[in-house]
């Protein structure tokens, strides 16, 4: 059983979930391993995301753990069998390893929300802006490293151009759009770009106002990736110490629940779009 030194968050997610299934049937790992014909370590491996784990094979621990949501166990297959080599390995040694797991959650999400309040979320920033919120950073990066992040972040916006792309709702708060990252005429431009995409069948903005009453939500700043079925799903969060993923089941739906809140405290699609035109004459 080949192993990996590197395993993405992709590949140790469906370990984690193989995991939560044994849990579920109350087995032990020495028991689940057997089913196999392995060890508790090369099962440790396998649940680490350290090593992979064929269709059959994964079927058959399935069915082992008495798990009958064919969807969910169709969908673990789909990540075990999957062997894409997506543009972001370009980047891979070159950038950290979170940026790379970032751009392939996007890939295979079926839908993308963001809540920001800061800044303009990542997928419709322009290239200005980008750069402006990536060089910010102390200590400093050197140049051909800025390049680096700014074009990776250029390039996550497939998911939007695609010929098939993902469905997106993002919900921003006024102070993101009035922080100045750049110039005025820098401002402008990253407006009309929120705008232009937001003309787009599959993309929603919405705009939560300074002026809304009884609103505290300002701390709920996440993104929300879709997985083919609910429990895949992921929520993203910065830290000081970089993304993190988070995948419980309680957690995600909390973090549902959340969104439709500020979903429900934002002003709708047109009125969201009138009130960007209002900001970009102000400028």
Request: charged share 30%; net charge negative.
């Amino acid at each position: 059983m080949a192993t990996r030194r590197h395993p993405t968050a992709r590949q140790q997610r469906l370990g984690a979930e193989l995991r939560k299934l044994r849990d579920a049937a109350g087995l032990k790992a020495t028991e689940a391993a057997a089913l196999l014909g392995a060890n508790s370590a090369q099962m440790s491996q396998i649940e680490s995301g350290a090593a992979g784990v064929s269709e059959e094979r994964l079927r058959r621990l399935a069915a082992h753990y008495s798990c009958t949501d064919e969807e969910l166990i169709d969908a673990l297959v789909a990540w075990a069998t999957d062997r894409t080599r997506g543009w972001w390995e370009e980047y891979r040694g070159r950038l950290p390893t979170s940026f790379l797991d970032l751009s392939e959650l996007e890939h295979h999400a079926t839908y993308r929300w963001d809540v920001d309040f800061l800044h303009v979320p990542g997928l419709l920033q322009t290239e200005d802006y980008a750069r402006g919120i990536l060089g910010y950073r102390v200590p400093e990066l050197p140049e051909g490293e800025l390049d680096l992040r700014v074009r990776h972040r250029l390039e996550r916006r497939v998911v939007l151009e695609d010929p098939q792309p993902i469905q997106y709702e993002a919900v921003i708060h006024e102070s993101a759009l009035r922080i100045r990252v750049g110039d005025r005429t820098a401002a402008r431009v990253q407006l009309a770009r929120i705008l232009e995409f937001s003309e787009a069948d599959h993309v929603t903005v919405r705009v939560i106002p300074f002026d809304l009453d009884r609103f505290a939500g300002a701390d709920s700043a996440m993104v929300y990736a879709g997985g083919t079925v609910p429990r895949l799903d992921t929520v993203v969060r910065d830290s000081p110490q970089g993304a993190g993923f988070i995948d419980a089941e309680a957690q995600l739906a909390g973090y549902r629940t959340l969104f439709r809140r500020m979903e429900n405290a934002s002003l709708s699609p047109k009125r969201s779009r009138d009130f960007i035109h209002r900001l970009t004459k102000e400028l």
